[in-house]
């Protein structure tokens, strides 16, 4: 694969994101918008948002923490070769296939930053791969994909590269943890795994968070002012957006 860029890049998307998914007015929705229809704040004829300077004062936060992956402008561009249209099912379809596989490509690329994975490259090269490869299919394949047992796959691949990065022994597994609120100021949590943890709103501020593993993790309010996340894993531009940094 060549150098894929794993980033939203909005102007070569067709603004898909803010027509595919429903909106339930909460704290991060302003409004309710069901799946497939645009929203009122996305500019006609372009993909443009017209509040996007202010999307967390006029209460779209969930745009705020958003990230295609750069899903959005492949199925634009590539996928449906810049001719498609944002109100078209299928384009809007693919849209969460295409976004997990990018968000694993993610993943994979930088488990192949690692080192101390060296040994898993090759393996985990060949995944990058594979799943670019099944990104770019057509609509249809796409659609057909069996997202889970494709990602339950590579799991254990990815694991072991962030086991080897953590120096094999995690200090704390905190893996799936409920954690909401929960108060984890100046806590010792090097090489933690916080995989697919909750950690809404939780005090981490001063914490010791180095080469802790933040695959998946929900960090929506959580408070890591202070806190130390030199080499941390799998930690996304979105997820610290959610946070409070
Ligand atoms: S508020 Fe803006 S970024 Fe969010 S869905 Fe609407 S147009 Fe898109």
């Known amino acids: 694969m060549g150098e894929r860029v794993l980033e939203a890049d909005c102007g070569s998307c067709a603004g898909l994101c803010c027509v595919a998914p429903a909106f339930a007015k909460s704290s991060d929705f302003a409004i309710d918008k069901p799946a497939g229809r645009p929203c009122p704040n996305l500019e006609q004829g372009s993909s443009r948002c017209t509040i996007h300077e202010r999307l967390d004062e006029r209460g779209f936060h969930g745009c705020v923490v958003f990230d295609c992956f750069g899903a959005g402008q492949r199925i634009t561009q590539e996928i449906f070769g ?41 393996r985990l090269q060949t995944a990058l791969d594979e799943t670019d490869r099944l990104a770019g299919q057509e609509a249809p394949e796409l659609k057909r994909l069996e997202l ?16 080897l990065a953590r120096g094999g022994t995690p200090r704390k ?65 979105a997820q610290l957006r959610a946070a409070v940094v």
């Open 82 to 122: 810049g001719r498609g249209r944002r109100d078209e099912p299928d384009m809007l379809a693919v849209l969460p296939v295409v976004r997990q596989l990018h968000e694993l490509m993610w993943l994979l690329a930088e488990a192949l930053k690692l080192d101390e994975a060296r040994k898993l490259h090759a």
């Open 173 to 237: 597994d905190h893996g799936g943890a409920n954690l909401i609120g929960r108060r984890m100021r100046g806590a010792d949590l090097r090489g933690a795994s916080l995989r697919g943890a909750l950690l809404i709103g939780a005090d981490l501020r001063d914490a010791d968070l180095r080469r802790a593993d933040f695959t998946g993790a929900d960090l929506r309010g959580a408070d890591l002012r202070g806190a130390d996340l030199t080499g941390a894993l799998f930690l996304t531009a």
């Open 148 to 163: 889970d047992t494709y990602r339950r796959k590579l799991n254990p691949l990815l694991q072991q590269a962030s086991r």
